[in-house]
Every structure is written in C-alpha cells, then in structure tokens.
DNA sequence: AAATTATATTACTTTTCGGTTATATTTCTG
DNA sequence: CAGAAATATAACCGAAAAGTAATATAATTT
C-alpha cells in the first residue's frame, strides 16, 4: 500500500475514529456500528477500505466477524511528519532563547 | 482549523509536496509550479487551501507572492499517530525478547 | 500608457466519495 | 429445517474534489 493511498484512507473521519477503537481491543462490526453514527453497510464499507489498506484484520469466530488493528502501516504516514518535527521543536528553540537573553 | 479538515488537506499529494518544497525556503507561485506537474491555476487553488489551513504564509514582492510554511499546524495531526507508536515500538520489543531467549 | 509578467478567481466538467436501501450469504438457534 | 442474527455486497444518489481554460487583477517594464 502506497502512501498517498494510506493518507487518503485516514482522511476519512469515521476511519480515524474506527482505529481508535480497535486500539484497546478487537471489535466486531455491531459494536463498531453501535459507537458510530453510521448504518451497518456503511461501516461494513470503511472496513472494508481499512483491509484493503492493511490497517485491520479479520478473523471469523461463528457469525461474528472480529477486526483487529494492524498499526504497522501507520508508521510509514507517521514518518512523513518527521522531517516537520525541526519546525516546531526550532520554534520551542527560539522561545528558550529568547528566555535565556531576558535573564541575562 | 480542526484534525478533520487538516487531514483531508493533508490527503492531496501535490498539496504534501508543495510542503516538502517549502521545508527547505520560500517558493513563489512559478517556482512551485515548475515543481509540479499542474497547471498555474491548479497551484494557485492548492495554495489557497494550504493558506487556509495556515500551513502556510504568504508575503508579497512586487508580482511575486513568496509562500513560506507554518509547520505548527502539523503537530496536531503527528499528535493524533502517538498512542499507535507503542504498537511499532512493542513488535520491536517482541523480536528483541525473542532474540534474548536465542541467546539464552 | 501599452504590453508583459505573476498570480488569483470564476465557471465548468469529470470523477470520486460517502452515505443509504435493498439484497445476498453464512452461521446459529428453536 | 425455518427463522433470526451478523455481515457483506450491489445499486444508486447527491455532494464534493480536483483539474482545466478563460478571465480578472495587480505590479513592472519599456
């Protein structure tokens, strides 16, 4: 999965939110659809993108489908923000400085 | 500007790019345009939703409209991949246990 | 002042997205 | 085995997005 696909998918708010859940533990569709806004078919639908983006799996226990979250992908998103990170920790930087002269 | 709606202008890539761009100094319109392979208008419409998502500044020099970037606003959406970090970072501890048991 | 350069905005088109309802599929239960 | 429960898929719709060509605006140069 590329990258621009992976940011596409996490624009989607209902996505977001959906990984939240899955971060404390696997949930089926039902309790996915009760903490959303959304219609069955329409959760049914963004998780069937998060699969195909890799991001959660499934597994069967009878009628029940059970998602589970698969973070790894998110590492490679989250790297993008990285080279930014200078940006605002320079910002921090200058504040500091700025301190230090005052206390001069 | 809130997570949602930065996300979703963080989803374009040619709008990421042009930030990749900005990272190293200030870009007019024509040098980012050069940069990408979108047409003068196409540009000019990505910047104005950047603008307005105050990921970045503009400053006037005669016909020239120097762009620069404000990277703060990223930190919120870095802020949002935080709690999914442990889950990279724990598989990592995992093959080190495991390479641990190897050695014992 | 006219022509040129740099950029923004408008108007329009095509495509994609997210949502819904209706339906199919699978498994459990009485 | 019939009905219920859980989920997925299909078909459809309206709204939004991204792109372009044409045009407006502003400053520069000759």
Tied chains: 1, 2.
């Excluded at 533990?25 to 309790?31: A, I």
Aim: hydrophobic share 40%; net charge negative.
């Amino acid at each position: 999965m590329n990258k621009d696909k992976l940011f596409e998918v996490l624009a989607e708010p209902n996505r977001r939110r959906m990984l939240d859940y899955l971060r404390f533990r696997e949930r089926t569709v039902g309790e996915l659809v009760a903490l959303s806004s959304l219609s069955q078919p329409g959760v049914s639908k963004h998780l069937r993108i998060l699969r195909e983006a890799n991001l959660v799996s499934v597994r069967k226990e009878a009628q029940n489908h059970l998602y589970r979250l698969n973070a790894e992908p998110l590492q490679e998103i989250a790297d993008w923000f990285e080279p930014y990170r200078q940006f605002w920790s320079s910002k921090l930087d200058d504040l500091e400085n700025a301190l230090d002269e005052e206390r001069e």
